[in-house]
């Protein structure tokens, strides 16, 4: 059970500057569903918080909702939203009634939120999916996506990124029940057609639109899912949807895909038709108990949790007393895990 013991007593989240938090709404933004499940994890750890999100959000519970309005477009960096969105978010962030006690920012969309006037509060970048980052203390999905944005964007990698960590993305297992495996779905279209051509086996196309209970069932019935992403995938939540539902997943070999699939346990990392040949002839032989049992352990929110918890009270303590911070340990005390 997550609960928070640390000295942050209130956390400040600034989410999408463009969508609503509102899930059903917005099925195929993960940028909307990590406001979701980021929200989630603060309600579940009981850490109050504030988030600073657009007309029509729908919070999990356990905060307080401050009405951005509605967007006037389309963000880009600098553009008239960015600056319309920064002056609404710096006043309502200037009207809060601050308590005197240790509090966190933390930030959801990267540049959007870059020019937040925030005080002397440690600003925690969270959930880094995308190609921009600007803020203190950022984490990022994976090891793969941390090394591309740190070598895309050297001029900001100093020793001061000592700070930053890497956290997965992570999922309520109460959301995704064990399935049997039916069918096939994919993330991606041409290998996956090939593929799926040459061993013969049905393919089913999901590109957006899938969401919750109907979402959930979908991967639970697949024999297994295909993500042959031919980009370098800075997480890939669908491959550990599916695996939270007991479903094998066979992607590429790059990307966070070493971080999140088990070769030969919970699916097949491939490179060749070959390989992805014999990868979908030997995934009805993994076991889909032992998958969801290592997602639940890996991606679970409980687990995943703990480490964001222990990473807050990590930046609180750095970000006043520096790198010498008296037990600055991210994951203590099981951070050697």
Known sequence: MLAYAGPIKRVHVFGHPIHPLDVSRQPADAQVFNCLNFCTLLERAGLPYVYYGMAGSRLPG???FVDLGEATGEWEYRNEWHAEYTRRA???????????????????????????????????????????????????????????????????????????????????????????????????????????AAAGIPLQKVH????????????????????PTLYLEPFGYVAIEAQMCGTPVVTTDWGAFPET?????TGFRCRTQAEFLAA??????????????????????????????????????????????????????????
């Open 62 to 64: 356990g905060g307080e």
């Open 90 to 196: 710096n006043a309502a962030f200037a009207a809060r009634t601050r308590t005197g006690q240790p509090e966190l920012v933390v930030t959801l969309y990267g540049a959007a939120q870059a020019d937040l006037v925030v005080d002397d509060l440690p600003i925690v970048e969270a959930m880094i999916g995308y190609d921009h980052c600007c803020d203190a203390y950022r984490v990022f999905p994976s090891y793969a996506h941390q090394t591309a944005l740190y070598t895309h964007y050297q001029d900001m990698v100093r020793e001061t990124r000592f700070f930053d960590t890497v956290i997965p993305h992570f999922l309520d297992p109460d959301h995704y029940p064990l399935g049997t495996g039916q069918d096939a779905a994919d993330k991606g279209i041409a290998l996956a057609e090939d593929a799926c």
């Open 208 to 227: 957006d639109g899938v969401w919750g209970e109907a979402k959930a069932q979908l991967l639970g019935d697949a024999a297994v899912v295909l993500m």
């Open 261 to 265: 699939v088990e070769q030969g346990v």
């Open 280 to 337: 979908l002839a030997e995934t009805s032989a993994l076991d889909r108990s032992t998958i969801r049992h290592l997602a639940v352990e890996r991606f679970g929110i409980e687990a995943v949790g703990a480490q964001y918890l222990s990473y807050f009270t990590f930046v609180w303590q750095v970000h006043r007393d520096g790198y010498r911070a008296a037990g600055a340990c991210r994951m203590a005390p099981d951070w050697r895990r």
